[in-house]
């Protein structure tokens, strides 16, 4: 069974950093590229970036750009988003998504979410 | 960047009736549009890719059809648990990956 479980939510002052993770378990994980996307409170859903399963393509959203990084590592089943400067607008429930195997590009597997709250 | 708009923003139906959501695209993205189901509190749950292919374990109450800019999501029956917001995606053009604003289907 495919499992995703996101870690490392909290409460974090504007211009501060925080560690996301996503533990994944039930599939080859190095074989897949991911996503984070994310949503603000009673909004709806917004891409913030991906990996390829080798990690030789990365992007993000315009949004995140020079303030977030996304890693992995294959070893450890792992996906993280380290997000650096952080603003009032990046509090969101952000989800690790596994990208269906192939040429498509969308979302076969989502985690349940943790929430980053970015408040003084 | 491709500009998704979903209609209507709520949709108000009756258990058993059937339910038509529609998403417009800006500019074509082929069948490369995908469904997810969200419901309070959980996290989105793929319902269609391809525009209308059923993903895993998905009832056949739920069907896509559409290509390049316009493509709709029909739930024949509605039962309890499909009142929930529905999102499209398209991954034509990406990055960025993106959404519609969501429908809403409300009890009515």
């Known amino acids: 069974e495919v499992q995703l479980a996101e870690s490392g939510g909290g409460l974090v002052q504007p211009g501060g950093s925080l560690r996301l993770s996503c533990a994944a378990s039930?599939?080859?994980?190095?074989?897949?590229?991911m996503k984070w996307v994310r949503q603000a409170p009673g909004k709806g859903l917004e891409w913030v970036s991906y990996?390829?399963?080798?990690?030789?393509?990365?992007y993000y959203a315009d949004s995140v750009k020079g303030r977030f990084t996304i890693s992995r590592d294959n070893g450890k089943n792992s996906l993280y988003l380290q997000m650096d400067s952080l603003r009032d607008e990046d509090t969101a429930v952000y989800f690790c998504?596994?990208?269906?195997?192939?040429?498509?590009?969308?979302?076969?597997?989502w985690g349940q979410g943790t929430l980053v709250t970015v408040s003084s | 960047e491709i500009v998704l708009t979903q209609s209507p923003a709520t949709l108000s139906v009756s258990p058993g009736e059937r339910a038509t959501l529609s998403c417009r695209a800006s500019?074509?993205?082929?069948?490369?549009l995908a469904w997810y189901q969200q419901r309070p509190g959980r996290a989105p749950r793929l319902l269609i890719y391809?525009?209308?292919t059923r993903a895993t374990d998905i009832p056949a109450r739920f069907s896509g059809t559409g290509s390049g800019t316009e493509f709709s999501l029909t739930i024949s029956s509605l039962q309890s648990d499909d009142f929930a917001v529905y999102y499209c995606?398209?991954?034509?053009?990406?990055?960025?990956?993106?959404f519609g604003q969501g429908t809403k289907v409300e009890i009515k």
């Open positions: 998504a596994r990208v269906v195997y192939g040429s498509a590009s969308y979302d076969d597997y």
């Open positions: 039930g599939f080859d994980f190095s074989i897949y590229s």
């Open positions: 990996i390829s399963g080798s990690s030789s393509r990365i």
């Open positions: 500019q074509s993205v082929s069948s490369n």
């Open positions: 391809g525009a209308s």
């Open positions: 995606q398209q991954y034509n053009n990406r990055p960025p990956w993106t």
